[in-house]
């Protein structure tokens, strides 16, 4: 029986293990640490790569949506239209500034917020939208930055599932008023802990993302407004500066396994990811649905396969977002999906091999 992980971190650390150790090395020798050279080049190098004017560097993707929030003037008691089909960060961002989650469905295909249902949702509060780009695909930005536009709303991309994805030839974060990144471990673009990045072309924008992630400082000893303490680690950047010139070859390995699974699995009784018109999915994820979930993951565990779901409990049914008052019925294709969604492994290492194993056990428990 083989053993496949879920993700190998280990297979991704091991080609780049010399470099890596020497930038650390180099990053304690100089302990230049705060906002040091390395997160100064990483922010011009990440921008260059989105094709924005800015990128800066917090301390991880959730502290780079709540910036971006208050960035873009949300304040207590503003309404922020975003879909519960998330982790729960992107609703926790909003709540912790003090502004209301007010939840929108999914387009039942992308699982990315239905750009049509938005319009329903929007009220004299709503200040802010936050579609996130699920799994790695982009949600359907146009008819949300025409809305958001004649509204006067501004447009934070949640992409920390989307590094290097594009909508209609744009890269991720590179759409909205602001984009929001992970550097967690496990993303397309990790670092080897925490980190986050927004980008943006506003650059009241982005000199307010500088205030909030370091106390508010306008100058050593001023301080502009009440901030937080969210700077992006000297030691992750370095390591993030060694990885960011391989993310394209690395999602090039993710479409090119993507492909390989459509092969493996076609014709069984599973529904597939799909790959809408004008995007570039980036696969962080490689999530399939089946009716019988719960039964084939303890079939795949039991065969040495890792599985995750992603995300089994709606944000809008999670206990701390009860004081909202959503009850279960309220958004249904999340709901629905939340019984059936099973990601399976996806990781530049993954080999065909491994694939076919992957693909012959589920087969096996369809065939049973």
Same mark, same amino acid.
């Given at each position: 029986m083989k053993n496949i992980p879920f993700v190998d971190l280990k297979a991704g650390f091991a080609p780049i293990k010399n470099e890596v150790m020497k930038a650390i090395e180099d990053v304690l020798t100089g302990m230049n640490l705060n906002i040091g050279p390395n997160c100064q080049a990483l922010e011009k190098e990440f921008a260059s790569f989105c094709g924005t004017r800015h990128a800066i560097g917090v301390a991880s993707g959730t502290e780079a949506l709540q910036f971006a929030l208050l960035a873009a003037g949300v304040c207590e008691g503003d309404e922020v239209i975003t879909s519960p089909h998330t982790f729960f960060a992107t609703a926790e961002a909003i709540a912790c500034i003090g502004a209301v989650p007010v939840f929108v469905d999914i387009d039942p295909v992308t699982y990315a917020i239905d750009s049509l249902a938005i319009e329903k949702k929007i009220t004299a509060k709503t200040r802010a939208?936050?579609?996130?780009?699920?799994?790695?695909?982009?949600?359907?930005?146009?008819?949300?930055?025409?809305l958001a536009g004649s509204r006067g709303i501004a447009v934070i991309e949640d992409a920390c599932q989307a590094h290097g994805a594009l909508y209609q030839g744009k890269k991720s974060g590179s759409v909205g008023n602001a984009g929001c990144f992970s550097f967690y471990f496990t993303k397309n673009l990790g670092a080897y802990g925490e980190g986050g990045i927004v980008t943006t072309n506003d650059d009241e924008i982005a000199a307010k993302v500088r205030l909030y992630r370091n106390h508010g400082h306008s100058s050593k000893y001023?301080?502009?407004?009440?901030?937080?303490?969210?700077?992006?680690?000297?030691?992750?950047?370095?390591?993030?500066?060694?990885?960011?010139?391989? !993310?394209?070859?690395?999602?090039?390995?993710?479409?090119?396994?993507?492909?390989?699974?459509?092969? !493996?699995?076609?014709?069984?009784?599973?529904? !597939?990811?799909?790959?809408?018109?004008?995007?570039?999915?980036?696969?962080?994820?490689?999530?399939?649905?089946?009716?019988?979930?719960?039964?084939?993951m303890e079939h795949l565990t039991a065969r040495g396969i890792g599985t995750g779901?992603?995300?089994?409990?709606?944000?809008?049914?999670?206990?701390?977002?009860?004081?909202?008052?959503?009850?279960?019925?309220d958004v249904p294709a999340v709901e629905r999906i939340c019984e059936e969604i099973l990601s399976l492994p996806m990781y530049p290492e993954l080999n065909r091999d491994d694939q076919e194993y992957i693909a012959a056990a589920i087969r096996d428990f369809y065939k049973a």
């Open positions: 939208i936050i579609p996130i780009h699920m799994y790695g695909q982009c949600a359907d930005m146009d008819p949300i930055m025409e001023e301080h502009a407004v009440v901030g937080y303490n969210g700077r992006l680690d000297e030691i992750q950047a370095a390591i993030l500066r060694i990885r960011l010139p391989l !993310l394209d070859h690395y999602n090039q390995r993710r479409r090119d396994l993507a492909v390989s699974y459509y092969s !493996l699995l076609k014709g069984l009784p599973i529904e !597939l990811p799909a790959e809408a018109a004008g995007r570039h999915h980036v696969y962080h994820l490689f999530v399939i649905r089946s009716r019988e979930r719960d039964r084939l779901i992603h995300y089994r409990n709606p944000v809008h049914l999670q206990k701390a977002m009860s004081y909202l008052g959503y009850k279960r019925g």
